[in-house]
């Protein structure tokens, strides 16, 4: 029995003195719960509507502070035309639009509607959830009162049909490219340290940074093959259109995977082995589902998990996907999701050099 404890105890040891293996143990328990908790909800939150009101008299007040009084709307903008309407959609500056008529509250001629609501359909589950709440919220009776009925007609932007490609590809792709990418870098390094052939490397006159890009150019070339047969597949056998520019696209793409490369690079000199290397960059998995908007709406997070959010190199990605390809937006409009990646690709690559001269000495 004393045999039995005495193994036991260094079975406890052994597991304490690895960092990693307790972080897989008793943190991602507690990140899933709390995410699970928290960011993983259909329900939809702090939608931004503009509103364009050119009703007689101001007879849509009652149902504009309807908009404006509820949590899951915030009244970001009041034009006076609908003229910037289409513009404001591809730039991101609301996700509704409510246009009341120069009629609203008459009966309505034989083509024309008292309101219009217009809903961004590139994402369009939450466009779904989002018409379903505000078609609630605006036909609700007055209590005490009859009203005249209203003419309510909605039109989806971007994705008429409501498909669920148009939403789903631009994430797919970002979680494919971040896992392969990834996990066949982490294990470039560490793989040289496990046959013994980093000291070959070493007593070379190549510099560690030179060695390092040499193991990320193939990795890249093969990554870009990935790409290009995930864009046909998107547009001949799925159907999802490309709006914008082939250009800006494929320039979205490329940082995007040279992010996912510098962070396995990164893995690979934190990592002793290459089981222990593969199961780390499986761990970008959680946070690129649940943080990236791929799923679950970020507007509908609590505010901690949208500044985290901030970290996931998948958001900014899927973000300047679906403006490009389902929106058609230009280069200019995307330029925001570009500098994060391009900040995120110089950090982690940065840190990785460092950390593998430091391990090299």
């Known amino acids: 029995m004393n045999t039995f404890f005495s193994f036991t105890g260094k079975e406890f040891r052994h597991i304490l003195r690895d960092g990693r293996t307790m972080l897989i143990l008793l943190v991602m328990p507690i990140v899933l719960i709390f995410l699970f908790g928290y960011a993983v909800s259909t329900e939809v939150k702090n939608t931004r509507v503009a509103v364009v009101d050119l009703s007689e008299g101001g007879s849509a007040a009652k149902l504009i502070g ?5 949590p899951r709307f915030t009244l970001v903008a009041s034009l006076p035309s609908p003229d910037r309407l289409d513009k404001g959609f591809r730039t991101g500056q609301w996700d509704m639009a409510l246009v009341f008529s120069p009629k609203f509250n008459l009966r309505p001629t034989h083509q ?75 294990v470039a390094i560490v793989r040289e340290k496990e046959h013994g052939t980093m000291e070959v490397l070493l007593a070379s006159p190549l510099s560690p940074s030179v060695i390092v890009v040499s193991k990320l150019v193939p990795y890249f070339a093969l990554s870009c093959i990935n790409l290009i047969t995930i864009l046909m597949l998107s547009f001949f056998l799925l159907d999802v259109p490309l709006a914008g520019g082939l250009g800006i696209l494929l320039l979205v793409c490329l940082l995007y995977i040279a992010v996912a490369l510098a962070l396995g690079l990164l893995i690979s000199t934190l990592a002793a082995t290459r089981l222990s290397a593969m199961m780390t960059s499986l761990l970008l998995i959680v946070p690129t589902i649940y943080l990236s908007g791929i799923v679950f709406p970020i507007e509908s997070m609590p505010a901690v998990l949208r500044h985290l959010s901030a970290l996931v190199p998948a958001r900014w990605f899927v973000s300047a996907v679906r403006k490009v390809m389902i929106q058609g937006v230009e280069a200019r409009h995307v330029w925001r999701e570009c500098c994060v990646l391009a900040i995120m690709f110089a950090t982690a690559m940065s840190v990785g050099l460092k950390n593998f001269k430091t391990r090299l000495q």
């Open 66 to 70: 309807r908009i404006a009084a509820n």
């Open 112 to 186: 024309e509607a008292d309101l219009l609501m217009a809903v961004d359909g590139s994402e369009p589950n939450q466009a779904a959830v989002r018409a379903a709440y505000a078609q609630t919220l605006l036909l609700a009776p007055d209590e005490g009162r009859i009203s005249p009925p209203i003419d309510l007609k909605t039109k989806w932007l971007h994705n008429p049909q409501g498909r669920s490609e148009y939403h789903f590809v631009p994430g797919v792709m970002g979680l494919i490219l971040i896992i392969v990418c990834a996990m066949m870098t982490s």
